[in-house]
């Protein structure tokens, strides 16, 4: 009854999310049976945030090898294109890759956007903490992120959310815009960085899926909306 609910709240902001669980069940079966990939080869690598919450949101953590982490606070791929050099060299004999990437954000049943229950604590807290901390500075409007080593991963992703300022503080829920602004520079730097490195894949295809994962409450299913599923050539980039 309560994951019921849960689904209905979601597809209220996100009318295309699925369940976490059937979406790996439904995107490694496209996998397998349309392009004839070999579940029990692939290495996993993620461009999600650091945030723990996201360790369990798919089971695709426990069908496949890895995962080799490319992601960081909102998702970026920090390891840049040495990290996704590595993940090509890491790929199992006549295996495959798989990237799985995107930000996250938490609902709760009252259709709070940003917020969710973490196991264990009795109040609520943001999700993705990252990305809420950035909306939140963005409302001053002298506000500049400065790089600088102590905080560098927070100020960079601040640093590429500035040009969809306007765009996040001007859309009637902020909290998704600023996810769906980093979709958009997770999804790009990804591509970016496989086009760059695509000599060093020992393999032909790469498959991609990005979206936004939905965090709920702490012993339920969380949600994933996909926005990008693709099986690349690489040698063709």
Do not use: W
Not at 23 to 34: A, F, N
Not at 59 to 85: D, H, S, Y
Not at 93 to 100: C, P, V
């Amino acid at each position: 009854m309560l994951q019921r609910k849960f689904a209905e709240i979601v597809k209220s902001y996100f009318p295309n999310a699925m369940d976490a669980k059937d979406t790996s069940i439904h995107y490694l079966g496209k996998m397998q049976l349309e392009h004839d990939i070999d579940i029990s080869k692939v290495l996993m690598a993620t461009s999600v945030c650091s945030d723990d919450i996201n360790v369990p949101s798919t089971t695709f953590f426990n069908v496949l090898f890895g995962p080799f982490i490319m992601g960081g606070l909102g998702g970026l791929p920090f390891a840049g294109q040495t990290g996704m050099t590595a993940f090509a060299h890491h790929i199992p004999d006549e295996g495959s890759a798989f990237i799985f990437y995107g930000p996250h954000i938490g609902i709760t049943l009252d259709g709070d956007l940003g917020k969710m229950y973490r196991p264990r604590q009795e109040q609520t807290g943001n999700s993705c903490g990252a990305l809420m901390l950035a909306l939140s500075r963005f409302h001053d409007t002298d506000y500049a992120p400065v790089i600088h080593d102590d905080d560098y991963q927070q100020m960079k992703l601040e640093e590429s959310l500035l040009p969809y300022r306007e765009q996040i503080l001007d859309s009637e829920h902020q909290e998704k815009a600023i996810t769906e602004a980093t979709y958009e520079i997770i999804d790009k730097k990804v591509h970016e960085h496989l086009s760059s490195c695509k000599d060093e894949f020992p393999v032909d295809t790469v498959t991609l899926l990005g979206g936004i994962i939905i965090n709920t409450d702490y012993g339920l299913d969380d949600y994933f909306v996909a926005k990008n599923f693709e099986v690349i050539d690489v040698k063709s980039l």
